[in-house]
């Protein structure tokens, strides 16, 4: 399946969970905000929302500091 990460195409198998390609790309899930078509998608979904082929996704690091 195609998909856009940051703006990025890339090519991924399988149909995964949001939580799945983020751990296949070595991100923890509970340190991003994700995008998806336009739609943040809630911390608590995550695991459950679903990746299909031609989302584009923009994925934000949080960073702590001062």
């Known amino acids: 399946m195609k ?5 990025k195409s890339s ?5 995964p969970t949001l939580g799945e390609l ?3 790309l070595d991100i923890d899930p ?3 905000a994700v ?5 943040i998608v809630l911390p608590g979904m995550m695991e459950s929302e679903p990746v299909e082929s031609g989302d584009e996704f923009e994925i934000i690091r949080l960073v702590g500091g001062g």
């Open 3 to 7: 998909i856009n990460i940051n703006g």
């Open 11 to 15: 090519q991924y198998l399988g149909p």
């Open 22 to 24: 983020l751990r296949s």
């Open 30 to 32: 509970k340190k991003v």
């Open 35 to 39: 995008e998806r078509n336009l739609r």
